[in-house]
């Protein structure tokens, strides 16, 4: 594996995110490579507990949007372009006429589905997942990790869905279940950044703790879990998913993931896409998260 790495002792199999130069941003390589470590992780009977942690100053800084921009972009230029692009983007019109075809929502659901259902894979996992959050954890970061059992946040960790701006939304939909109806809207509406100590009052994460104690504390936890047998800890997890399972959370995902696709081509996203290609994707995440919000590391160095 290229984008992460997997360590067992004591019945904890560590999930390592190691794009540390690139703050484990999401890629499609990740994205497999994750997929392949949990069903790995919840196959193995020498296993009891899956923690997910991360080289580098940040857990995950979301979507690698170098990529996710440019994809975006192609597509927007095949649609603007004649013939000579080739059939695919081309449907017929009235008497023969070509037009540009429009954009496939289906098609993006089916993607952003590849991602959700890797996200998914640490809730419906038998067995317990934990992940240990250190910087940066947004946009399609929490999408991720919200989705883990449990969540260990050092104290210099910060979350958060700078999407919610323009050009996305939360596609797992864990929001609400994690915080409450009002805190979960309060943070989406605006895209604020959320310090781990707030995450952790408002029931966002379990606990926090000092930076340099992450580590070994997410690891303590995870080895006195695994000290309950295997099927215990499958039944009590399934127990307890089974109420926000309840509460609709299946439909709540559906909705975020087209919802995200629909906001990725509103005429602000397609917008967005625009300026990222014209000024590069990280200055466009600037002007974004700049004046008024001044916030996601958005003023310039």
Not at 37 to 55: E, G, H, N, W
Not at 93 to 115: K, L
Not at 199 to 227: F, K
Not at 274 to 293: I, L, M, N, W, Y
Request: charged content about 25%; aromatic content about 8%.
């Amino acid at each position: 594996m290229e984008t992460l790495r997997t360590e067992t002792e004591d019945g904890v199999r560590h999930i390592v995110l190691a794009r540390a130069d690139e703050y484990n941003t999401i890629t499609p390589e990740l994205r497999d490579e994750l997929a392949e470590a949990i069903d790995a992780a919840d196959l193995d009977r020498d296993v009891r507990v899956i923690l997910l942690r991360a080289d580098g100053p940040a857990f995950c800084a979301g979507y690698g949007l170098d990529w996710s921009t440019s994809g975006q972009a192609r597509e927007m230029g095949e649609a603007a372009q004649g013939p000579e692009a080739g059939p695919a983007p081309w449907r017929p019109g009235a008497e023969g006429e070509r037009r540009p075809r429009v954009w496939d929502s289906v098609g993006d659901y089916r993607m952003i589905s590849r991602f959700v259902d890797t996200y998914m894979k640490l809730w419906y996992a038998h067995k317990p997942t934990i992940a240990a959050v250190q910087g940066w954890c947004i946009g399609g970061g929490t999408d991720m990790v919200l989705c883990a059992d449990l969540i260990v946040a050092g104290e210099g960790a910060k979350f958060g869905y700078p999407p919610s701006r323009v050009w996305g939304t939360p596609t797992t939909a864990m929001w609400v279940y994690r915080m409450g109806l009002e805190r979960a809207k309060r943070y989406l509406l605006t895209g604020d950044e959320i310090p781990a100590r707030a995450a952790e009052e408002m029931g966002m994460i379990l606990e926090t703790v000092p930076d340099a104690d992450l580590q070994a504390h997410a690891t303590a936890l995870a080895r006195r879990m695994a000290q309950v047998p295997t099927n215990q800890l499958a039944m009590l997890k399934l127990l307890c998913n089974q109420t926000a399972e309840n509460m609709g959370l299946a439909s709540s995902r559906l909705a975020g993931s087209l919802f995200d696709g629909i906001a990725r081509h509103t005429q602000e996203g397609l917008d967005f896409v625009s300026r990222a290609e014209e000024v590069g994707f990280r200055e466009a995440v600037r002007e974004r998260d700049g004046a008024p919000f001044s916030d996601y590391g958005s003023r310039k160095r």
